[in-house]
């Protein structure tokens, strides 16, 4: 079956760094997107980043200039180094992968505190 399977969160002091990782644990085909979602405690899930099979990508406002999203295709895993960390970044972070249009993974999650 398949299964995304993150790695990396940790607890981390502000202005610091972390990198996650997913992977795949099985053959995923027709792999459009992956990318990384964030829930923080009292708010919504959130697109944090996403990079397409091409390689273009894309980050929302808040993380833009801190976070960078990579992406081994031959693995099928993708990677979210975070730098300059900030109080706000601590959530769950969910990796994210779409197949096709509709076919949608999902990661079961991370824990990224940041201490300010």
């Known amino acids: 079956q398949i299964q995304l399977v993150e790695s990396g969160g940790a607890l981390v002091q502000a202005g610091g760094s972390l990198r996650l990782s997913c992977a795949a644990s099985?053959?995923?085909?027709?792999?459009?997107?992956m990318g990384w979602y964030r829930q923080a405690p009292g708010k919504q899930r959130e697109l944090v980043a996403i990079i397409t099979s091409g390689g273009s990508a894309n980050y929302a406002d808040s993380v833009k200039g801190r976070f960078t999203i990579s992406r081994d295709n031959a693995e099928n895993t993708v990677y979210l180094q975070m730098n300059s960390l900030k109080a706000e970044d601590t959530a769950v972070y969910y990796c994210?992968?779409?197949?096709?249009?509709?076919?949608?993974?999902w990661g079961r999650g991370t824990q990224v505190t940041v201490s300010s």
């Open positions: 099985g053959t995923i085909f027709g792999i459009s997107a």
């Open positions: 994210y992968c779409r197949a096709g249009l509709y076919t949608i993974y």
